[in-house]
């Protein structure tokens, strides 16, 4: 099983933007739209931030924004805040033959 | 309040068996598929299976396949991932995960804190 290749970390300052990627595969991120990114503050649930690439849940702010080209997808955030510091993941839907779902590697953001 | 309330970490050894709870609230848990994913310090986070509350209908990893079984009651809102013996291998911190969509392929849309399993050999 392979994961979605993310940087290991970003920074910005408040009120700028930044754009995280993940890298899959023609299986999987290239294949699907269903692409999802979560931001995980240590010791607390996962949030889901972005769904079918591009979708924000209901009380997600549209400071995050997410897209996809090819094997690539990424995830934006704009007018970064303090309390966006957090480890970010994406996610894709890799096929029911494979193991259904992969993940990043996750990204590390600091706001600076 | 939509949650995901899981049951506390656990100290086993190799070979013990264990059964780790998740309990959904605030929403109707038989409309949704629920499962289970590991994040395992440089393995990263991994899609272990998940099951449909209404009749069990389960799907597992192929990398999980054989080693975990993932039940659920309906009646308590509560879905579990069972290990009969348990492998130093699965040392990691699980979420429960709750399955949502209009279509397949589903987004995992709502998690729980994680229950840590420590095992020993």
């Known amino acids: 099983q392979s994961a979605l290749t993310q940087p290991p970390s970003a920074s910005g300052s408040p009120g700028q933007s930044v754009t995280i990627s993940c890298t899959g595969t023609?299986?999987?991120?290239?294949?699907?739209?269903?692409v999802s990114w979560f931001q995980h503050h240590p010791g607390k649930a996962p949030k889901l931030i972005i769904y079918?690439?591009?979708k924000r849940p209901s009380g997600v702010p549209d400071r995050f924004s997410g897209s996809k080209s090819g094997n690539t997808a990424s995830l934006t955030v704009s007018g970064l805040q303090p309390d966006d510091e957090a480890d970010y993941f994406c996610?894709?839907?890799?096929?029911?033959?494979?193991?259904?779902?992969?993940f990043g590697t996750g990204t590390r953001l600091a706001v600076l | 309040e939509v949650q995901l309330v899981q049951s506390g970490a656990e100290v086993k050894e190799a070979g013990e068996s264990l059964k780790i709870s998740c309990k959904g609230s605030?929403?109707?848990?038989?409309?949704?598929?629920i499962g289970w994913v590991r994040q395992v310090r440089g393995r990263g986070l991994e899609w272990m299976g998940m099951?449909?509350?209404?009749?069990?209908?389960?799907r597992y990893s192929l990398l999980f396949q054989g080693h975990i079984t993932i039940s659920v009651d309906k009646f308590t809102d509560s879905a579990y991932l069972q290990w009969n013996s348990l492998r130093a291998s699965d040392n990691g911190l699980y979420f429960c995960?709750?399955?949502?969509?209009?279509?397949?392929?589903?987004?995992?849309?709502?998690w729980g804190p994680g229950t840590r399993v420590s095992v020993s050999a």
């Open positions: 995960v709750r399955h949502a969509g209009s279509s397949w392929p589903l987004s995992l849309d709502l």
């Open positions: 605030g929403y109707t848990f038989l409309n949704y598929w």
């Open positions: 099951i449909h509350p209404t009749d069990s209908d389960v």
């Open positions: 023609s299986s999987d991120v290239g294949r699907y739209d269903q």
């Open positions: 079918e690439v591009s």
């Open positions: 996610n894709s839907y890799a096929g029911v033959i494979s193991f259904f779902y992969v």
